[in-house]
């Protein structure tokens, strides 16, 4: 299989999700990716190296290189190695690379043509500049955690949305910058900026489009009326959701399938507007209906009426279903870890994760030969600037 990116090198100095999803997400669409780690490793790894699923799912794809940045060697070493690579990732503090030496500015002198790629918690300035920011909180300031609740009653959710959309904008920013550089755009378009708050803002967009056209801020059933949602209890447990929307088409089949054609004739519902209306009602009309029949049955009927649904599934259930497994989206399972290949087909291929996620300082040795020679290698490994895992190459007699 062609991959996209082969040829590409990025050199990744992010932790935990969201700038090492991106950056693996490059990887399995051809990117070499170099890891460089701190002497303890990836937080992510959690002191149990490619024994963190966590970690493995982050970061499968990549080679990593253990590289002693808190010593000035060792941002010397980065700093010889990036004239050799097309991108830059970082995710730390604003302010916090550049103090060491590996600012944008820095790598531009050394490498004009590089991409950096810099995702913080909410951006390079601003009250909240230098506050601390994981997952829950993007998700909690970007307003997604009231959307996603009733008013007064706010909730976590049930994943790190925060981190994998920070991940995937990203990802989406250094690609673009990467055909900009290629189509002779200046300097400046190739510093790549992201937070966790403007990521989220991509997942809020419709909300603050509702907020703007009726004044309310919406929570996690204001948007319903307004798309025809519904998500229903069947007789003998699980759940369907409609998504009816304003077609008048989907609504006579859907009234049609479930025995209440009579439904057509009231006008609370004659029109979107009375149905949207008239939501509360109709509602209760629905959930009454789907408790007549299993979950199996409703599939069948609405199948048959071309009525847009969906069982509602757990992840065990999304994971088994058949058309997850046409789609291929799962690496076959590995020491009981299942890895999630990219949500892209090139040529009607799935791009897949080519090599599990390393060991720490795997390929220290490997990588550091293009920058060094073998007794740079071993004085730098025996100084502790850098550590290998790997075993020592064999004396020669």
């Given amino acids: 299989m062609s991959l996209p990116l082969k040829g590409l090198r990025i050199l990744d100095v992010t932790a935990y999700i969201s700038g090492p999803y991106a950056s693996s997400l490059l990887a ?23 024994g963190s699923k966590y970690f493995c799912q982050y970061n499968a794809g990549k080679r990593s290189v253990v590289i002693d940045l808190k010593r000035p060697e060792g941002v010397a070493l980065v700093k010889r190695m990036v004239p050799h690579f097309d991108v830059f990732m970082e995710n730390l503090r604003p302010g916090k690379m550049a103090a060491i030496g590996l600012g944008r500015e820095a790598l531009e002198a050394i490498n004009p043509d590089l991409i950096y790629s810099t995702v913080s918690g909410f951006g390079e300035g601003g ?14 300031m970007s307003g997604f955690y009231s959307i996603m609740n009733d008013e007064g009653n706010a909730r976590l959710s ?61 929570t996690r059933s204001s948007r319903h009326p307004q798309a025809q949602n519904f998500c229903l209890l069947t007789k003998e447990g699980g759940s369907i959701t409609l998504h009816l929307s304003s077609s008048e088409k989907f609504w006579q089949t859907f009234a049609a399938a479930i025995g209440r054609a009579d439904l057509l004739e009231r006008p609370e519902f004659a029109r979107f507007p009375d ?61 009981g870890q299942t890895l999630v290949r990219p949500p892209w087909r090139f040529g009607g291929e799935r791009a897949r994760r080519r090599k599990p996620a390393p060991e720490l300082g795997a390929d220290t040795r490997t990588v550091m030969r293009d920058f060094l020679n073998a007794e740079e290698i071993e004085a730098l490994i025996g100084a502790g600037v850098l550590r290998s895992y790997e075993p020592a190459p064999e004396a020669a007699e």
């Fill in 127 to 140: 009250p909240c500049r230098d506050r601390a920011a994981y997952d829950s909180i993007g998700q909690s």
């Fill in 28 to 50: 399995a669409l051809g990117a070499d990716v170099v890891k460089i780690e701190p002497p303890s490793g990836d937080a992510f790894r959690r002191n149990v190296g490619t």
């Fill in 158 to 218: 049930g994943t790190c949305v925060a981190d994998l959309m920070t991940a995937v904008i990203s990802a989406t920013g250094i690609l673009a910058a990467l055909v900009g550089r290629g189509l002779g755009a200046g300097r400046g378009a190739r510093l790549v900026e992201t937070s966790l708050l403007e990521a989220m803002s991509a997942l809020t967009i419709d909300a603050i489009t509702q907020h703007s056209d009726d004044g309310i801020s919406p």
């Fill in 275 to 335: 149905r949207e209306a008239h939501y509360a009602l109709l509602k209760s009309i629905v959930e009454a209906e789907f408790l007549k029949r299993s979950r199996a049955e409703w599939e069948a009927i609405l199948d048959a009426a071309d009525v847009p649904f969906a069982p509602v599934l757990t992840v065990e259930e999304a994971i088994r279903h058949p058309q997850t497994q046409w789609l291929d989206l799962f690496e076959p399972e590995s020491n």
